[in-house]
């Protein structure tokens, strides 16, 4: 079992990675103060799969369990499911100090997040992420939301889980599609803080897809290490966080221009590529190293070209969804594996030439 630390002041907290550990929640949980009752949000293939083992630890340690079920999809993070989601909780006698756990992947802990920060004005929050990309990104870091209208991921707020429980275990009943999702973020972090993490995952990716869990575990504690010293220095995302966007500017695009028929990890796979390509253009990214990053993404059973779409639709997509400063685009370029930069200078029209120009 590994333990990495967000240090966040009195905000602070513990993520534990390890095999196993659905069934030692109960007892972590009294560890760090719990007691009494408490409520687990899921959705129904995750309940299928790990309810019982969780509960069973939960009770086991004399707790009482409620369990609140949402159906799957991005689109219950919504107003209108956390809605329902305080009446039950209401209905439930949750109170103040009634600690709420999110067992799933991003959606759940997303939306749980959410209406953990704001039934009551903020209960314990407990996350128990059961993606990879969960694991290694969206269960660290405490942003928290919903989605409405156009504003995706825009209402919402930062509010820290006072704990994370990665069992790599729940990472075996995931899908191939899925499991590529969450190593599109492990090669972000190693491209963006560690090339040492890079190198791990050229060499191991073939253990990595056949789910060894040995080599599960240490990716996940590598990529949330990263994601917590980034967190560390820069909580409200004012600065050194917007590193994590590596990838993500032509990403959301393309998920956009796909209608999200192109999954985001595999978006996110062409945006870095694509930032790769603009840093070399631009002087800076050797070859040799856009060659390793494509190597490494298509290993991973990523994409390595540009899907079949609109591409001349890409750059409005992208001027539309960032800040353009002086006519730039903020980019975040990797000047190496391990090291990246953010550029305010990057021009539409390279943008455009690396995009249309993709072979
Ligand atoms: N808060 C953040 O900082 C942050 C960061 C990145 C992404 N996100 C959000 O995360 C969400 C995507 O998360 P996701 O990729 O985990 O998708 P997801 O939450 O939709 O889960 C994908 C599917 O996998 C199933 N599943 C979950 N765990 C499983 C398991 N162990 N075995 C088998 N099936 C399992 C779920 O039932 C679901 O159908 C998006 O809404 C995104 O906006 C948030
Ligand atoms: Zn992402």
Known sequence: MKKVRVKLGINSYDIHIGRGLLRQTGRRLKEIGFSDKLVIITDPTVRRLYGTTLKESLTSSGFKVAIL??????????????GQLYHELTDGYAERNTPVLALGGGVIGDL??????????????????????????????????????????????????????????????????????????????????????????????????ALDESTLETIVSRSAKIKAEVVAKDERDFGLRNILNYGHTVGHAIESVSDFKVRHGEAVAIGMLAAARISNELGMLDKNELIRLKNVIGRAGLPTEVPDLQRARLIPAIKHDKKIFQGKIRF????????VFVSEEVSPSLIEQVLLNWN
């Open 69 to 82: 079920e949402v159906a799957e999809g991005e689109e219950q993070k919504s107003l209108e499911t956390a």
């Open 112 to 209: 749980t997040g959410f209406v953990a920060a704001t039934y009551l004005r903020g209960v314990p929050l407990i996350q128990i992420p059961t993606t990879l990309l969960a694991q290694v990104d969206s269960s660290i870091g405490g942003k928290v939301a919903v989605n409405h209208g156009s504003l995706k991921n825009k209402i919402g707020a930062f509010y820290q889980p006072r704990l994370v429980i990665s069992d790599i275990t729940t990472l075996e009943t995931l899908t191939a599609g899925e499991l590529s999702d969450g190593l599109a973020e492990t090669i972000k972090y190693g491209v963006i803080r560690d090339e040492a993490l890079f190198s791990y995952l050229e060499e191991n990716i073939d253990r990595i897809k």
């Open 332 to 339: 975040v370029l990797p000047k190496s594996i391990g090291d």
